[in-house]
């Protein structure tokens, strides 16, 4: 892999918006896939390690807990390792990890090495694979990101839908050792979509170059200074709002159906109908953000995404029957397509290439806090009312919130600090009018001797003077 260096993305390269660029979008969709549906496909070998354990639910569910902390908690971690070694290196690693667990967790005894291993190795391995897929799919689509990030965010949900069947026929044969031992290794996977993640080459540099390019790549290894970035404040601040309600309505739209006296497989089926809309949602929702007239405005269409989530999740609170939830899942499914769809290309949008790798680390360490809080809350809440209605109406008043958050910060903060660099760039260019101008006679000599140097070395051409804009009077 030759020396390690700062993984800065190289400023002079333009990003391919295709070619090697759709190999490393199939390496984002599988790692994306892998890490939202992982832990929630986990969940079909709880019975067996309650039975094995003699354990309860409350215990097993710690797992999935522990991945998605993980996932989300060492997002920082995550940034200083991309910064200081680069993208695929932390990748391979990462997958090495998320494999490595998991085999380990096929030989526990007891489910404290369960939370060690499949909890915390692999859900490191998961981390360490996610954010640099985010990071090069960046860097390698510009005109065409919001499409990339579409279809990326697609493999969640169509990961969603083959690992749950999956880890069931893998439990029926061989147990939730033998399943743990197959899912290890499908793990492996990320390493091949990390080999992917080919860095973009810089242009070839001069000798004279190489020292400011080499001082340049002595940076910080995580850059603290997006917080100085108003637009990167008030997503951080609406993101995690939104975590609070945003995965409250899967977590417990099963037992609500339940709960109405519908069959478990009926009920079950309400996930496989919201998954199945998203599929579609995400990619459509992408290629309308890309659009020309939407992508300046995507930071709205996001805000929108948010609202409409909101808005189901109140009118979900109303369904008293089952043709209600499936008409809550259906809308449910496009608005959760839209938000995953957009979150990430509205922070690639507003923080730029360069600073992505340490702003995405700092806004998932956020959004661990609130991913933490906000299902076991909603579950204390149910215990106290016993009724559904008022953890989706509190999930809808939550999600609502961050689009208020977001949208109004937007129009009113960062719209008038857009204007400010325009005032900046008019500044800069009157100053250097005013040095032109203010020249000494010194300058003027310099200047004059540089022109007789220039006259000399250019060739003629056919024996006639050949003009120059700068030397003509």
Same mark, same amino acid.
């Given at each position: 892999m030759g020396a390690v260096v700062a993984d800065d993305g190289p400023t002079g390269v333009k990003a391919p918006d295709g070619g090697w660029g759709w190999a490393v979008l199939?390496?984002?969709?599988?790692?994306?896939?892998?890490?939202?549906?992982?832990?929630?496909?986990?969940?079909?070998?709880?019975?067996?390690?309650?039975?094995?354990?003699?354990?309860?639910?409350?215990d097993t569910a710690w797992i999935s807990s522990i991945l998605l902390a993980m996932l989300y908690g060492t997002g920082p971690?995550?940034?200083?390792?991309?910064?200081?070694?680069?993208?695929?290196?932390?990748?391979l690693v990462g997958g090495l990890f998320a494999s490595m667990g998991m085999v380990i967790a096929s030989f526990c005894t007891s489910i404290?090495?369960?939370?060690?291993?499949?909890?915390?190795?692999?859900?490191?391995?998961?981390?360490l694979n996610f954010q640099p897929s985010l990071i090069m799919l960046n860097r390698y689509f510009d005109k065409r990101r919001p499409l990339a990030n579409g279809l990326s965010a697609a493999g969640s949900p169509v990961f969603l839908c083959a690992l749950s069947p999956l880890g069931q026929i893998l439990q029926h044969e061989y147990g939730w050792r033998g399943g743990f031992l197959i899912l290890g290794g499908m793990l492996l996977n990320c390493c091949v979509c990390g080999a992917l993640m080919r860095p973009l080459e810089p242009p070839k540099k001069s000798e004279?170059?190489?020292?400011?390019?080499?001082?340049?790549?002595?940076?910080?290894?995580?850059d603290f200074s997006v917080f100085k970035d108003g637009g990167f404040v008030i997503y951080a601040l609406a993101a995690s709002i939104m975590v609070l309600g945003?995965?409250?309505?899967?977590?417990?739209?099963?037992?609500?159906?339940k709960d109405l006296g519908y069959q478990d497989t009926k009920a079950a089926f309400l996930l496989t109908i919201l998954g199945f809309i998203d599929i579609f949602?995400?990619?459509?929702?992408?290629?309308?953000?890309?659009?020309?007239?939407?992508?300046?405005?995507?930071?709205?269409?996001?805000?929108? !995404?948010?609202?409409?989530?909101? *808005?189901?999740?109140?009118?979900?609170?109303?369904? &008293?029957?089952?043709?209600? %939830? #499936?008409v809550?899942?259906?809308?449910?499914?496009?608005?959760?397509?839209?938000?995953?769809?957009?979150?990430?290309?509205?922070?690639?949008?507003?923080?730029?290439?360069?600073?992505?790798?340490?702003?995405?680390?700092?806004?998932?360490?956020?959004?661990?806090?609130?991913v933490l809080i906000g299902?076991?809350?909603?579950?204390?809440?149910?215990? !106290?009312?016993?009724?559904?209605? *008022?953890?989706?109406?509190?999930?809808?008043?939550? &999600?609502?919130?961050?689009? %208020? #958050?977001?949208?109004?910060?937007?129009?009113?903060?960062?719209?008038?600090?857009?204007?400010?660099?325009?005032?900046?760039?008019?500044?800069?260019?009157?100053?250097?009018?005013?040095?032109?101008?203010?020249?000494?006679?010194e300058d003027a000599k310099v200047d004059s001797i540089e022109v007789e140097q220039f006259l000399k070395d250019e060739p003629e051409k056919n024996g006639e003077v050949v003009t120059n804009p700068e030397t003509c009077v």
């Open positions: 199939f390496g984002c969709f599988i790692i994306t896939g892998f890490s939202y549906a992982f832990p929630k496909a986990v969940s079909v070998f709880f019975k067996e390690l309650i039975r094995e354990f003699g354990i309860g639910y409350s971690l995550c940034s200083v390792c991309v910064n200081r070694f680069g993208c695929r290196p932390v990748m404290v090495q369960i939370y060690l291993t499949a909890g915390v190795i692999t859900g490191l391995g998961l981390a004279a170059t190489k020292e400011p390019a080499e001082k340049k790549m002595k940076k910080k290894l995580l945003l995965f409250v309505p899967p977590v417990f739209v099963v037992s609500y159906a949602a995400r990619p459509i929702c992408g290629m309308v953000a890309g659009l020309k007239w939407v992508r300046p405005r995507c930071v709205y269409l996001f805000s929108f !995404a948010m609202i409409f989530n909101g *808005f189901t999740d109140l009118m979900g609170s109303m369904s &008293v029957d089952y043709g209600g %939830l #499936v809550f899942c259906i809308f449910f499914g496009i608005s959760y397509g839209m938000v995953g769809a957009l979150q990430f290309e509205v922070l690639m949008a507003i923080v730029g290439t360069q600073k992505f790798s340490s702003a995405i680390g700092l806004v998932l360490l956020a959004e661990a806090m609130a299902p076991p809350s909603a579950g204390k809440l149910l215990d !106290a009312t016993g009724r559904y209605m *008022f953890v989706f109406i509190i999930a809808g008043i939550e &999600v609502t919130t961050s689009a %208020l #958050v977001l949208a109004l910060g937007n129009f009113f903060c960062i719209k008038k600090k857009s204007e400010e660099p325009h005032t900046k760039e008019e500044a800069a260019e009157r100053e250097e009018l005013n040095k032109s101008e203010d020249k000494t006679p």
